[in-house]
C-alpha cells in the first residue's frame, strides 16, 4: 500500500513552453502533497504545499506564476512548469500525506527528470 | 528554523564492514525524524523514523538510529554493509505544528559507495 506514481517519468521540452507533471497516490487519498526539487549530487529543496480544494504554499523565492500547483482531488496534484527555460531543468519529485492516522509519514513518487533544451 | 546537517558527502566501506552514517539537526521541539535512501534516478525509500518512545529504531534492510536529545543526532547505523546498499543517503527532520504537518527539511545527503 501507500503507492505514489508520477507522470512522465521523463520529459524533455523546448525552451518557452510549458510541461505539466502529474503526482498520483494510487491506494490512499491524500490531504496534502508536497512538491521538492531536486538538483544533481543535491539534497530536495520542498518547493511548495499543496492541499486539496485550496490555494498551494510556496517556498520563499519559488515563483508562483512560473511553478503552477493544482491539488484538485485527494488522489491528484499537477505541477505545470511554464514557459520553461534551461535553469528549470531538475529532478521533480512529488510526496503525499495521508494526514493523521498516517504518523506524519510522508509516501514519495519516483520522481520526474525534466529536460528544458 | 530548522535545519539538518550530514557532515560526510561521501563515504567509502568495504562489503561486510560495518556503517555509520552521522546526522545533525536543528529543531526547537522534539523533532521526528526520518531517514531515506535514494537509488540514481529514483525516488525516496523510507528506511525508518522517530516520532517519540524507544530512542533506538529498528528500520528495513538492517538498519537501524539512534536519536540523541543531547547531541541533537540521529545516526543511522548498519552492522554488516550489502553491496546493493550502495545508494545515497537522506536524513531529514519533520515539522509537528501548525498546517506545515509532514514538512520535511532534508540534509545534504551521504553517499555510500562499496567497496566488494
Known amino acids: 500500500g501507500a503507492v505514489v506514481s508520477q507522470h512522465p517519468s521523463r520529459v524533455i521540452c523546448k525552451s518557452g513552453t510549458s510541461v505539466k507533471i502529474e503526482c498520483r497516490s494510487l491506494?490512499?487519498?491524500?490531504?496534502?502533497m508536497f512538491w521538492y526539487r531536486q538538483f544533481p549530487k543535491q539534497s530536495l529543496m520542498l518547493m511548495a504545499t499543496?492541499?486539496?480544494?485550496?490555494?498551494?504554499?510556496?517556498e520563499q523565492g519559488v515563483e508562483k506564476d512560473k511553478f503552477l500547483i493544482n491539488h484538485a482531488s485527494l488522489t491528484l496534484s499537477t505541477l505545470t512548469v511554464t514557459s520553461a527555460h534551461p535553469e528549470d531543468s531538475s529532478f521533480y519529485i512529488c510526496?503525499?500525506?495521508?494526514?493523521?492516522?498516517?504518523?506524519?509519514?510522508?509516501?514519495f513518487g519516483p520522481g520526474t527528470r525534466l529536460t528544458v533544451t | 528554523a530548522q535545519s539538518v546537517t550530514q557532515p560526510d558527502i561521501h563515504i567509502t566501506v568495504s562489503e561486510g564492514a560495518s556503517l555509520e552514517l552521522r546526522c545533525n539537526y536543528s529543531?526547537?521541539?522534539?523533532?521526528?525524524l526520518f531517514w531515506y535512501v535514494q537509488s540514481p534516478g529514483q525516488g525516496l525509500q523510507l528506511l525508518l523514523k522517530?516520532?517519540?518512545?524507544?530512542?533506538l529504531v529498528q528500520g528495513i534492510k538492517g538498519f537501524e538510529a539512534e536519536f540523541k536529545r543531547s547531541q541533537s543526532s540521529f545516526n543511522l547505523r548498519k552492522p554488516s554493509v550489502h553491496w546493493s546498499d550502495a545508494a545515497e543517503y537522506f536524513c531529514?527532520?519533520?515539522?509537528?505544528?501548525?498546517?506545515?504537518?509532514?514538512?520535511?527539511?532534508f540534509g545534504q545527503g551521504t553517499i555510500l559507495t562499496v567497496h566488494p
Open positions: 510526496s503525499a500525506y495521508p494526514g493523521t492516522g498516517s504518523s506524519y509519514e510522508q509516501y
Open positions: 531529514a527532520v519533520g515539522e509537528r505544528s501548525g498546517t506545515s504537518y509532514g514538512k520535511l527539511t
Open positions: 499543496s492541499n486539496e480544494g485550496s490555494k498551494a504554499t510556496y
Open positions: 491506494d490512499f487519498q491524500a490531504t496534502t
Open positions: 522517530y516520532f517519540s518512545g524507544d530512542t
Open positions: 529543531y526547537g521541539a522534539t523533532p521526528y
